[in-house]
């Protein structure tokens, strides 16, 4: 394999140095102003410094939706350039050393020369993802009136065997999870029978919960509607954790932002799902009206906090089962995936550091005391408490970059991509 451009480490040691300064200015008065409150800010940077979130190797290449997909300049064509690019988002922000893949779109020829390019990037794998909502060349049956919850039970068999198939490539490569997310369901009452689908939903997925190795997870990922506009199979958390608490220990609940109505009181599923010890993880990303898949943080800022308040809560009262899996799932459309990935990763480990800087004897004082401003702003002041400079600190330390769309945008990273990966033509659409 040809040597392909990267962006070289003491680049953003070079780079770093223009803004070390200010840094610096600013991290000494946001370190004075937390130490009022009684807080090491020390402490509140290696929380940054070890805080993960998977990237999702579908994120790296341009989005589309039915409409239209407009690709980009050195789009990756490929697990291995998608690997490049998450290695290259991973080397500017060093908080997202793990990449979920999706099969078949990700499917190796290869696995040790997988494996060893993955470690060459210092990358490794979070969950695998099956997809039984496409049909591919070649297929025996079609998902296109279902996969695991089909009324046919060879369509079924079909979708149950590519999950172990997952599950087996998952394991050659050191992956610990399978999230399952069917898209299931249908577009006129009575297509369907709600409770045979679900039934045989139950059915395929115990099948595939036998084959869960030990030390691995599964994650179920509900979803209200698309691609079925009438109804989803698994279209809320109820449904979501009663199929969990179903199959068994090792089954969990992913709850992907996007997945859930206008308004829906989304951290208060999050406390739901940790009370009942089956919050698997989260797909994080944003939305203002369906599955938008826009980048995580910008819409709802004070949603993402909120959902991190309660996840900080219960880390900070161990919780029992409390180890959620994070990852990012978005489709950028109309940015440089990178750029977004590295933006909404950022984000997501803003939510946490300030979650961690609300006071919880404050909180819960008020709440004794049914005081909701007090409540309310105690949150509000976490909220409210730019931490960039410890964001910045944190991923400096880990040898990142302080500014990290800056570095990338200096680098040219994009510019040789395309140079080294000539355009596709044709028309497209969809979200890949
Ligand atoms: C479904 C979903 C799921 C993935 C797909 C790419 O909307 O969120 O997690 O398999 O996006
Ligand atoms: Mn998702």
Redesign the pocket.
């Known amino acids: 394999m040809s040597t392909k451009f990267e962006i070289a480490d003491d680049f953003i040691a070079d780079e770093n140095k223009k803004s070390e300064g200010f840094l610096a200015e600013d991290y000494e008065y946001l370190g004075k102003k937390l130490r009022r409150n009684l807080i090491e800010i020390e402490d509140l940077v290696e929380k940054a410094q070890s805080f993960q979130v998977a990237v999702?190797s579908?994120g790296v290449g341009t989005g589309g939706t039915r409409f239209a997909r407009f690709p980009g300049q050195g789009e990756p064509r490929g697990v291995y350039e998608k690997l490049e690019d998450c290695a290259t988002i991973n080397k500017l922000v060093r908080s997202t050393s793990a990449v979920s893949l999706?099969i078949p779109w990700d499917q190796p020829e290869n696995v040790d020369e997988l494996n060893s390019f993955a470690k060459t990037k210092g990358l490794k794998f979070d969950a695998m993802?099956s997809?039984t909502f496409q049909d591919q060349l070649g297929q025996a049956h079609s998902y296109k009136f279902g996969s695991l919850s089909h009324a046919d039970k060879d369509v079924r068999r079909q979708a149950i065997e590519h999950n172990i198939e997952c599950i087996e490539l998952g394991k050659k490569i050191g992956s610990r999870a399978l999230?399952v997310?069917v898209g299931d369901g249908s577009n006129f009452a009575g297509q369907t029978n709600f409770r045979h689908a679900l039934e045989n939903y139950l059915e395929s997925m115990r099948e595939i919960y036998a084959r869960i190795p030990d030390g691995w997870r599964m994650f179920i990922?509900h979803?209200m509607f698309?691609p079925a506009f009438y109804s989803t199979v698994i279209s809320d958390w109820g449904t979501n954790y009663y199929c969990a608490r179903e199959l068994g220990e090792k089954a969990f609940c992913l709850v992907?932002l996007?997945?859930h109505a206008p308004n829906v009181n989304i951290e208060q599923i999050v406390s739901r799902l940790i009370q009942f010890g089956k919050l698997g993880g989260f797909?994080f990303n944003d939305s203002k009206y369906g599955?938008d898949d826009l980048d995580t943080g910008s819409v709802k800022p004070f949603q993402l906090f909120l959902i991190f308040n309660e996840l900080v809560d219960a880390e900070l009262n161990n919780l029992p089962n409390f180890e959620p899996a994070y990852m990012l799932?978005q489709s950028h459309n109309v940015t440089d995936p990178i750029e977004s990935l590295m933006m909404s990763s950022c984000e997501v480990v803003r939510a946490y550091v300030q979650a961690h800087l609300v006071d919880r004897g404050k909180l819960e004082d008020a709440q004794r005391r049914g005081d909701a401003i007090a409540a309310l702003g105690t949150l509000k002041e976490a909220f409210t408490t730019d931490v960039s400079s410890i964001l910045a600190t944190a991923r400096a330390r880990n040898g990142g970059a302080i500014n990290p769309v800056e570095v990338y945008r200096a680098s040219r990273y994009r510019a040789e991509k395309a140079r080294e990966r000539p355009a596709q033509v044709g028309i497209s659409a969809g979200?890949i």
Do not use: M, R, V
């Open positions: 999702p579908w999706h993802n997809n999230t997310w990922e979803k698309e992907d996007g997945h797909h599955d799932d979200i």
